[in-house]
């Protein structure tokens, strides 16, 4: 009998297929110029440069929430099992693209330097593998999506803490103290001189919401008609209300920039999960079927996207008459890298599970022989 999994649910699938789309469209903007002889085209692109670069709040939730399910699964739990899961599946595959990525941009560097005019140093690729790249401003550029890394894998670290929180204290204990933690360590930045951005993002910025993803994933997890109940229209006035509200902090308050990622966060959330809970009703099937095997890929895109625009997609780009292209093209352009992406994620995820089979690439068990 196969086990029931909540976390395979459709709409999560869907709502991480979505939210890695727009994160790469994000960078696609933002990474390479672009222009317009029209204002409303070029606005265009910008706002949805802007918009879409906010979905990557919702991987933090889904974080929390992915991890709540996994650690509340029946049957015997055991933390070191977690532990080597979250390596096998987080951390190797990191690794990897790193080495590649830091191999291939020095020797397309030494090889071809007017196509490419950067390198980077053993140290760059030493502070990705020590997971202190936030730090060392010098190998920022080898991959600026990656400042989600060290983030993210220091949240894993302390979820035991916090889900325990949850269990022996309470969901409003848990989501108070996490708020605590998250500006109290953004206000202590401020006053200090520490720049509160996102290459230089210490985890504590996002306990917050990596909390309120637990508390999702703990509700879920006993009420799997939650995301029923978070898809009505009322929540999605309530997700406008808070991007509303995120809007207004940025735009009447001068550090309001560093203090509106929670209202962002639920805001794209809840908006997001009504977009999804109404495609999964009313769209034909092969829409989730499409968003279903991106989400299921969504983990190497984030990886590779953004070395690929920046060390390959843009230096051609630049030999173009008509660089900087123009906003229209660039959105349609957009469009097919990411079909692009995701064809190459597919490539190397069905490498890695061959290596995988093989024990070429699991540290947990010994070579055949």
């Not at 095997?293 to 690929?308: N, Q, T």
């Not at 959105?331 to 190397?348: H, Q, W």
């Amino acid at each position: 009998m196969t086990r029931y999994n909540p976390s395979n649910s459709p709409q999560i699938h869907m709502l991480r297929g979505l939210a890695i789309l727009a994160v790469i469209i994000h960078h696609w903007l933002l990474f390479i110029p672009h222009q317009s002889s029209t204002n409303l085209t070029y606005n265009a692109a910008e706002y949805i440069q802007i918009i879409a670069g906010t979905f990557v709040h919702i991987f933090f939730i889904l974080s929390g929430w992915g991890l709540t399910l996994s650690y509340l699964q029946p049957g015997n739990f055991s933390w070191i099992n977690w532990i080597q899961r979250r390596i096998r599946k987080i951390i190797l595959p990191y690794y990897l693209i790193i080495v590649i990525t830091f191999a291939l941009v020095n020797a397309t560097h030494y090889l071809c330097p007017d196509f490419n005019h950067k390198s980077f140093s053993f140290l760059s690729l030493l502070s990705y593998f020590t997971f202190v790249r936030n730090f060392y401003s010098p190998g920022w550029e080898l991959n600026p999506t990656l400042w989600f890394m060290p983030v993210i894998v220091l949240l894993y670290a302390i979820f035991p803490v916090l889900i325990r929180t949850l269990e022996r204290y309470g969901i409003a204990a848990l989501l108070i103290i996490s708020a605590v933690i998250t500006y109290g360590s953004i206000t202590l930045c401020v006053i200090v001189g520490y720049p509160v951005t996102h290459q230089t993002a210490l985890f504590l910025f996002y306990v917050i919401e990596f909390s309120f993803g637990i508390v999702i994933g703990y509700t879920y997890h006993s009420n799997t008609n939650l995301l029923n109940q978070l898809s009505n229209f009322k929540m999605f006035c309530l997700g406008m209300g808070f991007y509303t509200i995120s809007f207004l902090i940025i735009k009447f308050w001068k550090p309001g920039s560093l203090y509106n990622d929670l209202f962002t966060a639920l805001g794209v959330f809840l908006l997001t999960i009504y977009v999804c809970q109404w495609l999964y009703r009313f769209s034909k099937g092969n829409v989730i079927k499409i968003l279903t095997s991106i989400s299921k890929e969504s983990y190497l895109m984030y990886l590779i996207h953004g070395p690929v625009i920046l060390f390959l997609i843009k230096p051609l780009l630049m030999q173009s008459p008509s660089y900087p292209l123009n906003s229209l093209t660039m959105l349609l352009l957009g469009v097919v890298y990411c079909v692009l992406i995701f064809i190459l994620a597919c490539i190397m995820s069905e490498s890695m599970k061959l290596a995988f089979k093989f024990n070429m690439l699991n540290p947990f068990t010994s070579p055949r022989g």
